[in-house]
């Protein structure tokens, strides 16, 4: 009964172009720190779980960038999606390959693309969890105290303690992407946590749960890791469906567990500028930037010099190939921007 | 009694930094049309004067550029200061070597980074004023009506008219930059016109007036015609001063011919966006970029894609190494960032 790691890097990250591009999207960048997010997440449970029980799931195109991002990581545990199919099947195809090699397995799944400023706190969170999962079986979330009525995330509203322990609460629902107003109830009840996208269960419960409430992933899962050669062919009948909704909706003995630990899934601009420190008048830079007579300025670069000279309340993103300016509360509109690229066949500036 | 070409192309441009650097300043920078500035004042004046008549004043660091972009021009014709010492100087050097080979030669003084919208309009006055020359002598300058009190150009006030020609002035007086208040009586009075830095003269009353008002530069020129081996020498112990200045403030039988001509020093990024053709929201681009959701931008860009979102009331310039975002009003104090590199040693953005 090992525990395994599930690293889900599937993600475009188009809120972050021309930063990230098609094929170099956010889980490689170096947002914060000095590593690649994808190295950070690896790395961040090291103590708990090696190199050897790490699977990764990826876009079939980025294959061989994550074996250099996590060069510990067996090849053939670099799982390549021939197109993305959101979490369920991400996660169904390592759980099937990990419960053939591993059947009582205990999995920790985690995005690739997060922040997690109290690596500490959430190195002993997801030791608890693995080890009520080893204990109790069940299905175990990380529940962010909300800040804020955030229409971008799923929530999950919890009930009562359970195992007579106060940091374990059950589940007792997930709720989608809600509208503000909802948001704004939720948030003020109390009694509702951002779901982080984190999941700690045993791989025997999760397949079952698999089979039981989406047979057709089920079935192309077990028909996949028998011909591994044929993934092309049967991610085309796959649903695309996500483990909050297919799976943890459904399921008995859900968990969450709250989860105070610095976590930003940093999915704007704006979500980073947040995370940088600032000077006197406010300004950021990452990368090198030079500030005249500006305040509230955020300056993300891969490599240009950004010069500021009175304005205020910007981001500016500079590449070699490509600048965008952004007004801060339109970091979500950034995929505007790619869709014209799209629309006017511009490829250069998205690959 | 041939017509000769003076061009003036000594500027370091930093105002248009990044897009100009100590290397590549503005007179060589595609700011309107399709060609150089500097090429656009040679070609301007080609039906007047040929290349064979052209003579180009610059930085010693920049003859090979100049060459490159006029190779119709003898190279032994083009020739490098050691240092800039303001354009009396760089005149009286050219005019030194013009009278040599043709004494009775009339001259056409131009700066290498103005726009000039009515060329045709320009052409005739500048014919007009080398026939004045020819047939009159004295100096004869091209006034600028002027649209706005402008505390960053030399003012030419006029008195009545001359050869009892309407379209010729008598020049009172010139006027250095002048502080605002100054200007506004000036432009109010509809006596003043913006001195835009062409001249037209006889050599040898130019050097007449030099070795009358200027007599070190005099005798510092005739060393150099006779020593052009020794320029680095005798550079270093040259006075720096204006032509306006040294000469045309002192000399007698001065003229102005109103140049209703679509003159612009584009000595700003400013001045560059006004010339920029604007769509319904007021954006503005010299190179490749998207607009959404923004108004009254102005993106200049020699090879990246410059995207805007949610923005407005931003100047923006983007090389492959350097971005500068600029508040419309603000577009003076571009030094200030050039400041900030040299006191940085920041060679690598600047050069």
């Known amino acids: 009964m090992a525990r395994w790691l599930v690293i889900l890097a599937g993600g475009r990250g188009e809120r972050f172009w021309p930063l990230s591009r098609v094929m170099h999207p956010k889980q490689f960048l170096t947002l914060v720190g000095d590593k690649s997010m994808l190295a950070t997440t690896r790395e961040r449970v090291a103590p708990l779980i090696d190199d050897q029980h790490t699977f990764v799931v990826t876009g079939v195109d980025y294959v061989e960038k994550v074996s250099r991002n996590l060069p510990g990581v067996p090849k053939s545990q670099i799982l390549g999606e021939p197109r993305g199919l959101n979490t369920a099947p991400s996660i169904a195809w390592a759980a099937q390959l990990i419960a ?64 007579g322990s106060r940091d374990v609460l059950e589940v007792a629902r997930f709720v989608e992407k809600p509208p503000r ?81 610095g976590w930003d899934d940093v999915g704007t601009f704006a979500a980073l500028a947040r995370l940088l420190p600032r000077n ?10 030079i500030f005249v007579e500006s305040e509230n300025v955020t300056a993300i670069s891969d490599g240009p010099l950004i010069s ?41 500036h998205l690959l």
């Open 280 to 289: 006197g008048e406010q300004n950021a830079a990452h990368g090198y930037a």
């Open 100 to 163: 053939r090699r591993d059947p009582e397995a205990v999995l920790l799944v985690l995005p690739s693309d997060h922040v997690i400023q109290k690596g500490e706190r959430f190195l002993a969170l997801a030791d608890r969890a693995l080890t009520l999962a080893e204990q109790h079986g069940g299905f175990y979330t990380f529940g962010i105290i909300p800040t804020h009525p955030e229409t971008g995330y799923g929530y999950i509203e919890r009930k009562g303690t359970a195992f």
């Open 181 to 261: 107003e909802v948001a704004e109830d939720m948030v003020q009840s109390g009694r509702y946590f951002w779901n982080s996208g984190m999941f700690v269960f045993p791989v025997n419960e999760l397949l079952e749960a698999v089979r039981e409430f989406l047979p057709v992933l089920y079935h192309g899962m077990v028909a996949l890791a028998e011909n591994p050669d044929r993934a092309d062919v049967i991610f085309r009948e796959l649903p695309a469906v996500s483990i909050d909704h297919g799976i943890m909706e459904k399921a008995r003995a859900v968990y969450v567990l709250p989860a105070d630990i």
């Open 308 to 348: 500021f000279v009175g304005v205020k309340d910007l981001y500016v993103v500079a590449t070699q190939d490509a600048v965008l300016i952004l007004s801060p509360d339109k970091s979500q509109d950034v995929r505007k921007v790619v869709q014209a690229l799209k629309e006017g066949g511009n490829h250069d």
